[in-house]
């Protein structure tokens, strides 16, 4: 693919950066897109400089090109595809967050996996999206991306819960407490032990002590393996996921 590169933006292999749009009366949203599938990312970029609050930086199609591109263009949202050429976008997203942690990544994937979506919870990815979803679901989610804020589509945890079930055994319905429950939905709020205690009114170490319950009362070994199983038993709701 031929990089029609700005003047004022860096020379970036494996990168395609966008001439500078006419500047908009209110803040844009800039976002740099790292996909290997070329019509896929024009489409994208296409779709985002039709929308008066976004517009696109450029492109990259590798872990080492979308790191590289991303220290260069600077962008407030990395759209980031889990498989890569060169290795997973977990991998270049765990580079991003290290170097600039301020930015927002949203990766986007076709075949999730538990262990992924745990991973980029950890390091800091802010949503974790089908890749054959809508557009208008991709659009709303990069403006509302946030930092400590955790959003994984419905149809992903439904995929998750159902591949759940296949390789062990149902969950017995949990007895949980009212309180254990608060916890539970604030975790599926995406916020942190420290947020959840203070929207409580506890101590971390109580708020902490409520996690443990509800990870042996569910049978889960981590929060967002908590999250995903009361979802299926109607305990968070999707949306909040």
């Known amino acids: 693919m031929t990089a029609q590169m700005s003047p004022r933006e860096p ?9 500078s749009l006419p500047q908009s009366t209110t803040a844009q949203i800039r976002i740099l897109i790292v996909d290997d599938h070329t019509t896929f990312a024009e489409l994208l970029t296409g779709s985002l400089n039709r929308e008066s609050d976004l517009c696109s930086v450029g492109s990259a199609n590798s872990v080492a090109s979308g790191i590289t591109a991303c220290l260069a263009l ?5 759209v980031m595809d889990y498989h890569l050429p060169d290795g ?10 290290a170097r600039a942690p301020h930015t927002r990544i949203v990766i986007l ?13 950890a390091i800091g990815v802010c949503a974790f999206l089908p890749k054959d979803g809508s557009l208008a679901t991709v659009l709303d989610t990069l403006r509302h991306a946030r930092i400590g804020g955790f959003i994984v ?11 759940r079930r296949q390789h062990s055994e149902d969950i017995p319905f949990p007895d949980l407490t009212k309180r254990e429950l608060a ?4 975790m599926g709020e995406g916020s942190d032990v420290r ?3 203070k929207v409580l009114g ?11 319950a509800i990870l042996g009362k569910l049978g889960a070994h981590s929060q967002l393996e908590a999250v995903v199983i009361a979802t299926r038993l109607g305990l968070v709701p999707a949306q909040h996921v």
């Open 11 to 19: 020379s970036v292999q494996g990168t395609t950066a966008t001439a």
């Open 74 to 78: 600077v962008p407030d949202v990395v």
């Open 88 to 97: 997973s976008g977990l991998v270049a997203a765990t580079a991003i967050l």
């Open 109 to 121: 994937t076709g075949d999730p996996a538990l262990e992924a979506l745990e991973q980029a919870a």
């Open 153 to 163: 589509h419905p149809s992903l945890v439904s995929l998750l819960s159902a591949r």
């Open 183 to 186: 916890v539970l939905r604030l």
């Open 195 to 197: 947020a959840n205690a």
């Open 202 to 212: 506890i101590s971390e170490n109580t708020c902490r002590g409520y996690v443990k």
